[in-house]
């Protein structure tokens, strides 16, 4: 079965601190894995996308890394600011089928002064 | 700014009710998407068209239907409202190409009492 999950389910952190938030999945064909920002009654925007062959892309403050082998994922954020409040929300694309993206239910990030 | 319009913003309407939700994607996107998101849950995947031909479908009830008409916008009908249809309802385009980014609109709350 095609899931994605991802951990914590929420995590308040202070301000400028870093924080790793991990997503696992079962998706396959794996196709790429892309990490969203929701900020709290907006649409998700896309940080990042990792495909098969990428290990580690930075976004500024933001580190995604891939290993294709485990099916696991992690955003870093590093020296957090209170923008970065929001949830992060990590889907998955199978190569194949008519229906292939595959969302997790995402990390609901706290940063706080 | 996605790109991506969405309308209304906020709707509150009765159980038993009707409501229209609209969606027009980013210039040049085939692929719409629609997803429900309730409180503090994740985003579910209801359906997706592509230049006008419904391409899959997620947990979609009986009681909505959408469709994609020929200038690409979308239309998303809920109808016999129920209290826990009260959800942000997000539209999201796309190129259809394989990195497949989803663009998403602001959403619409609908409430229903």
């Known amino acids: 079965k095609n899931q994605v999950e991802q951990s914590p389910q929420s995590l308040i952190i202070l301000e400028g601190k870093n924080c790793t938030l991990q997503?696992?999945?079962?998706?396959?064909?794996?196709?790429?894995l892309r990490w969203y920002k929701q900020d709290t009654g907006r649409g998700p925007v896309s940080l990042t996308i990792m495909t098969f062959s990428e290990n580690t892309k930075s976004n500024g403050r933001y580190t995604a890394t891939l290993d294709a082998d485990t099916k696991q994922s992690s955003l870093h954020i590093t020296a957090s600011q209170l923008s970065d409040s929001a949830s992060y929300i990590c889907v998955v694309r199978r190569q194949t089928g008519a229906n292939n993206l595959f969302f997790g239910t995402g990390t609901r990030l706290t940063v706080i002064p | 700014d996605s790109g991506v319009t969405q309308t209304p913003k906020h709707l509150i309407t009765a159980t038993g009710q009707r409501v229209t939700l609209r969606c027009s994607p980013r210039?040049?996107?085939?692929?719409v998407y629609w997803y429900q998101q309730s409180l503090d849950q994740g985003l579910q995947f209801l359906i997706q068209y592509y230049n006008g031909e419904e391409r899959a479908k997620g947990n979609i009830l009986e009681r909505f239907s959408a469709q994609q008409f020929p200038d690409l916008h979308s239309e998303l009908n809920l109808s016999s409202l129920e209290l826990g249809d009260s959800a942000l309802y997000f539209c999201a385009s796309g190129s259809g190409g394989d990195t497949g980014e989803l663009f998403f609109g602001e959403g619409s709350r609908l409430t229903v009492l």
């Open positions: 210039s040049g996107d085939l692929s």
């Open positions: 997503c696992n999945y079962t998706v396959s064909p794996f196709s790429n």
